[in-house]
């Protein structure tokens, strides 16, 4: 069954440093997102992307995050200068169209 | 702004029982509403998805139910197993038209042997 992978599973930083995280989306889908959650909470959107923009975003998304679609299938979250806060699970996930989203394993990233 | 709720937060039965959890939320004009599993450190496994049209959604012991009108959702987990033990999540969109998934806290659930 396809899946949604991430890579790389956990991720150690410095304050300050430069981090990408990278998910493969299901082949066939169109819509792409990010969430986080940080340690006991709940759940949090990041942006979604579709058709190679994005479509929308929250207020946690400021100017130190990015996303890109590189090639076919690789879908990627930038974090420009890590901070502490920053600390969380980052999950991808993926939909055909706006219905069922599938889950990657998740990225779990330590800000030192 | 869309607000999901989950009652109890933490919940445990013993081998056999079935039980419900809750989900409420604030806007209803929601298209559709979708439960997640997560175990601990893991990421988040779709369980059921519920389209507006529907009131209810069947995959073997589970089953969902949303009532928009009261902006509530419930999944039922029948004849519960050690295995169910996870955190069981709720989502819905934060506002009509939009994919973007607003999540509640969880339900923690253990089924002892």
């Known amino acids: 069954e396809p899946e949604v992978t991430q890579t790389p599973s956990h991720q150690v930083t410095q304050m300050g440093q430069e981090v990408i995280l990278r998910c493969v989306p299901i082949s066939n889908h169109l819509y792409f997102y990010w969430y986080r959650q940080i340690l006991g909470q709940k759940v949090e959107f990041l942006v979604s992307?579709?058709?190679?923009?994005?479509?929308?975003k929250s207020e946690i998304f400021d100017d130190q995050f990015s996303v890109e679609r590189p090639d076919g299938s690789n879908f990627t979250l930038k974090i420009r200068s890590t901070k502490l806060e920053d600390s969380a699970m980052y999950f991808c996930?993926?939909?055909?169209?706006?219905?069922?989203?599938?889950f990657g394993p998740g990225t779990r990233l330590t800000v030192l | 702004k869309q607000e999901v709720t989950q009652i109890p937060a933490a919940l445990s039965v013993p081998e056999g029982e079935n039980l419900v959890l809750n989900c409420s939320f604030t806007d209803s004009a929601i298209y559709n509403l979708q439960w997640f599993r997560q175990d601990p450190g893991k990421g988040l496994t779709s369980l059921l998805l519920?389209?507006?049209?529907?009131r209810e959604q069947t995959s073997g012991r589970l089953n969902a139910s949303l009532d928009k009108s009261s902006g509530r959702s419930t999944l039922y987990i029948a004849a519960s197993q050690p295995g169910d033990s996870a955190t069981y999540l709720c989502a819905a969109p934060i506002s009509s038209g939009y994919s973007t998934l607003t999540f509640g806290k969880g339900t923690m659930l253990l089924v002892s042997p």
């Open positions: 992307f579709y058709n190679n923009e994005i479509s929308e």
């Open positions: 996930a993926s939909s055909v169209v706006s219905d069922t989203q599938y």
């Open positions: 519920i389209q507006s049209s529907q």
